[in-house]
């Protein structure tokens, strides 16, 4: 990826450490609107490259962890239900 490679001036590799990358993509789908609220659908669709051997179990641990406090904080951020209920 160019954008790591950008990195190696200010944040030189040190073989100790093991390097990793990630790529996400965030799709939204609209749906259909409840009490005139409109309501949103989101996928978070990730890849990681940890260039180690990391057990599977772990991975998906950490994944589903950040996923999941990303979301939250967004539906925290645009929560709309006590003006559904």
Request: charged share 25%; aromatic share 6%; glycine share 4%.
């Amino acid at each position: 990826y160019n954008d790591t490679d950008a990195l190696e001036e200010t944040h030189p590799r040190d073989p100790n450490v093991v390097a990793a990358s990630a790529r996400t993509t965030w799709v939204y789908e609209r749906l259909p609107e409840v009490q005139g609220i409109p309501q949103t659908s989101v996928k978070i669709i990730g890849r990681i490259d940890v260039a180690g051997s990391v057990p599977t179990f772990i991975m998906n641990k950490l994944i589903q962890s950040s996923a999941g406090k990303s979301l939250l904080n967004m539906r925290k951020k645009f929560d709309k239900s006590l003006e559904i209920d």
